[in-house]
Each structure stands twice: as structure tokens, then as C-alpha cells.
């Protein structure tokens, strides 16, 4: 009998028993077709380790690495300061959208990186003059009932006392004034400025009371906390941090208008880590000006360029000085920009050939949008992106900014793309009041809409982590690293699905089902 042989032979592994490599799909592919995450399957691999084992940290920029591979987009239904706070905590993060004034986005970037695990800086405060009726309209539309009085009913003002759900609920009267039943300040213990999370705990936990004011030598309410929050805000070991002061990392755009450089300049001086230059064709003599500039004057900070889709455009940005690419084009899912403009490359294919391309100069990719579920995440990163950035998949989390609401008996919330008649209304039209009359012609490239309801980023990012790290597990990969040298030393293998084969992939042949992803 002759002896069992350590591997299976050269002749079987490249007949494409086993799949075919990313060199014989993207570039062998006689058929001249670009594909997407669904076109695509990967081949599983051998497992050799436990899905805890996967790391899942990868790069962002040329400077900066994430435990969690996640970037959330810079659209306004999707990222404000509470979405980048969250997102940094998760070891992802966030980048601040520029449709709103630059003195405002520089304020979002500050809250992220002033944010002090555990403290609200930004309580809702009410004056002593504010009534009954006032905090009844507050509870229903926050779901909490516990308020801080202060001289002008703001964070800031001097701290007169507290309101807690129990000083309220015996009045009858809506008009009665917070002043006649707050708890006042001579009988309540607060925090002092300084203290850290540790000590407000103890405090806390010897008043037995369920929120603790923070006030300054001054006696002016500088935060919160909240004995419901310690309990879920215990450590964030994979937050991403930056090594120097150990603040959140934090992210913001800007566009290519002389303005913006105005702009970035408030941003790096918030203390922005990385700035992306948000344009929808990323290889424009506008944004390579503004790549060189942001460089020049702000080389601390982090220049992310694009939006790219091929290796030409992203030599332009790389050689104006980017430290990481943003690959997609028309792909989102809110985008028109293939249908209006005509231009635009499917997403697998430009992750690819971009990612590629970049990483001969140690730049990263991000794979931006067209991500519906985990699989396609695992998908990008194994195509050669160092990490995703979402707009859809996030939009609907507590997290993001907007308020819930009902239609069909479902919750929503807003979601719609920068190139929507409504974003670009909100934003001041300012692209399309510029220079001449033809810009003043309103094209718009994205659609507004909205998603279902998510739930919260503590849990979604998660399961989202935890989905891509089954996803490597079952293709046998340890890390995001090791899947990059397997997708380009030929190992990692894949094969194009047919339309039925998609079909077959999805879920099939049931009279009706439910959908839970956690
Ligand atoms: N990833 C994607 O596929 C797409 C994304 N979007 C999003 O929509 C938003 C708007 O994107 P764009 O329309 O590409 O905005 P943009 O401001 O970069 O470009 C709009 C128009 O203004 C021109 N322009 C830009 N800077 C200029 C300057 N300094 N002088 C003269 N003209 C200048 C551009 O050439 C273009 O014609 C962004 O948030 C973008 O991410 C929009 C469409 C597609
Ligand atoms: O053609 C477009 N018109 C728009 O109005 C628009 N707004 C955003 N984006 C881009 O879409 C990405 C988010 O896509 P997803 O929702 O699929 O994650 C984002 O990250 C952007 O790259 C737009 N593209
Ligand atoms: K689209």
C-alpha cells in the first residue's frame, strides 16, 4: 500500500477542484466583467485554531491601526459625535460629516475626543423656572427622568439641585416650577471635576443614588454619571485610542472648496486624527491640492483621499500624499451615481485592483459601502481592504443621529446619501452655488429614505465582529494579514457563483421565516 500523501497534488489544486486564485477571477477573467461581494464565493480553508483566536485588527491608514476593522461614514444621517464615540469604543470609528457649519463639526470632533468613559458631558439640563409639563415632555420623548437644575438650565450653569422621577410623581399640578420640588443642592452629593470614573463609583455607590453630578470649583455643572451607565460601561479593551493623551480616536470630512481648508484647520485644531477628503471622484485637481495642502500644514493628521475605483486614480492621491485610499463608486446602497453619471466600477473588482495597487506603497484601502451583511464585510478584507466604511448598515442604531419613528407599524430612522436633494439642501447647496451658471443645476446622486431599527452599536458591533471572525475561521485564516498574503501568494481561493448559485445561497424554498441576527 503506498503511503498517504501530506498534501493533495499540484495537478488536483490548480484543476479548480479547489477554487480558482484572485489573480485568475479579476484580472484572467476573459469576460471582461466587473463583480461584486455577492458574484463571489470563498473556499473554505483548514481550521487550525478557535474563532476567539481570529484578529480581526487591521489598518486604516499608513499611520493608524483599529482592533476593529469598522469606519462609520460621513453622511449626516449616520455620523455625529454619539455614532464616532461609540464606533472608537468598539475599536472601530467614526468620521463626523462636514454638512454642517465648520465651527459646529470642529465641536462634534471635541466631544469625541474629550469623552471620559462613563461621564455625560452633555446632560439635558432644566432651569429652576422650567415646569412639571416640561419634564413630562422630556421623559416621554428621552425615556429617562432624571434632570439637572442649573441658573440657566444648561450644562455650564451653576448647579441648583436635581430632579429624579420621584420628586415628580406625586404632583398633580403640570405648572408647578421645578424650584418648589427639586432635590436642592445642599442635600446632594456630587462629583468634583478631576475625579475619575473609579471615584465617582464609590461616591455613587455611598449616596445610593442613581445619578451623580460633576461640578468645578466654581459650583457649575461640568457632567453627569449615571449609576445604569457604570454598569454597562465598564472597559472598552479593544477602544481605539490615540498613544499620546489616550483620547477616542476621531475622524471628519471635508469637501475641496478653498473653504474647507478653513475647515481643517478647526478640525486639527479639535484634535481630529484623520481627515477625509469626501468627494465622490476622488482623482480631481481639486482634491490633490487639498491632499498636498492638509499635508503640509497639518502633517499630524491622518489625509484619507477618494473616492477611488482604479489604480490610476489612487496613484494621483497616493503620489498628492494620502496616507489611505476610500474605494467606491456608485455602489452605495442610496447611491444613483452609476445611473446619473454613467461611471463607477462594481465593488469587489475596485477593492481589489485598488487594494493591490495601493499596497505596493504600504497605503490602505477602505472598502467603502455596498456592505450588507457580515459576509460581505469578511469579503472586503479578504479582497485586500484594511477596513469597511458603512452608511446603511449603521444608519438605523440608536447610535445614529435622528429620531425613530413608525410607519407601517415598523421603526425607521432617516436614512439618505450627501448627493440627496435634501442633504445637499441642508448643507447650503454650497456645491452647486459656485462659480458659474451651470453649476447651479441641481444633479442629485444619492436617494433619501430610511432603514429599520438596529438597536444599539453595544450589541451590533459585536456581532458584527464576530461574524467576520467565523467568516476567517471557516477560510482557515488567522488574521487580516494572513488572508492579505494568502489572497496574494495565490493560496486564498475563490469561484464566481451563478445567478441559481446565488440563489442557493440565500435563504430558499420556505413558505415564510424569521430573520434574527443575534
Ligand atoms: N462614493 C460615491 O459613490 C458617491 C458619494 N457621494 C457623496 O456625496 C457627497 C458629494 O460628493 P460630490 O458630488 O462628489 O462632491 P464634490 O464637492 O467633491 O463635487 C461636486 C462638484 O464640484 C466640483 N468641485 C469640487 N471642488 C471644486 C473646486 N475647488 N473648484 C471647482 N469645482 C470643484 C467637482 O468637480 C464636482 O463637479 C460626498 O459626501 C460624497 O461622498 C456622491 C456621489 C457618489
Ligand atoms: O452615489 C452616491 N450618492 C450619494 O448621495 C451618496 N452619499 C453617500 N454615498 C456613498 O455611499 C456610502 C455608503 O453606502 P452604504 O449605505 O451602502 O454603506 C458612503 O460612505 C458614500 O461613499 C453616496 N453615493
Ligand atoms: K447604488
Known sequence: MSTFPDEIDEETLNSGAEGFTATQVFVKNPACVGMTYDDLIVMPGHIGFGVGDVDVSSMLTKNIKLEAPFVSSPMDTVTE????????????????HSNMGPEQQAAEVTRVKKYKNGFILDPVCLSPESTLKDILILKEKLKFSSFPVTDTGKMGGKLLGIISGRDSAFIEDVSVKVSEFMTV???LTCAHEGDSLDEANLILKKSKKGKLPVVNDNEELVGLVARADIQKNTENPLASKDSVNKQLLCGAS??????????????????????????????SLYQIEMIKYL????????????????????????????DGLRVGMGIGSI????EVCAVGRAQASAVYHVSKY???FGIPVIADGG????????????LGAGCVMMGSMLAGTDEAPGEYFYQDGVRLKRYRGMGSIEAMKDGGEKR????????????????????????????YIPYLMQGIRHGLQDAGIKSVTTGRERLYNGKLRFEIRSPAAQKEGGVHGLHSYQKRLY
Request: charged share 20%; net charge positive; glycine share 12%.
Open 81 to 96: 459625535h454619539k455614532m464616532a464615540i461609540t464606533m472608537a469604543l468598539q475599536g472601530g470609528i467614526g468620521i463626523i
Open 185 to 187: 443642592r445642599s442635600d
Open 254 to 283: 471635508i469637501g475641496t472648496r478653498p473653504d474647507d481648508k478653513i475647515r481643517a484647520g478647526l478640525l486639527a485644531a479639535a484634535g481630529v486624527n484623520v481627515i477625509v477628503v469626501d468627494s465622490s471622484q476622488g482623482d
Open 295 to 322: 499635508k503640509a500644514t497639518h502633517p499630524e493628521v491622518d489625509v484619507i483621499g477618494g473616492n477611488v475605483v482604479t489604480p490610476s486614480q489612487a496613484h494621483s492621491l497616493i503620489k498628492a500624499g494620502a
Open 335 to 338: 447611491c444613483t451615481t452609476q
Open 358 to 360: 495601493a499596497a505596493k
Open 371 to 382: 456592505i450588507k451583511s457580515t459576509g460581505h464585510i469578511t469579503k472586503a478584507l479578504l
Open 432 to 459: 452647486y452655488v459656485w462659480d458659474t451658471a451651470c453649476t447651479q443645476v441641481k444633479v442629485a446622486q444619492g436617494v433619501s429614505g430610511s432603514v429599520t431599527d438596529k438597536g444599539t452599536l453595544l450589541r
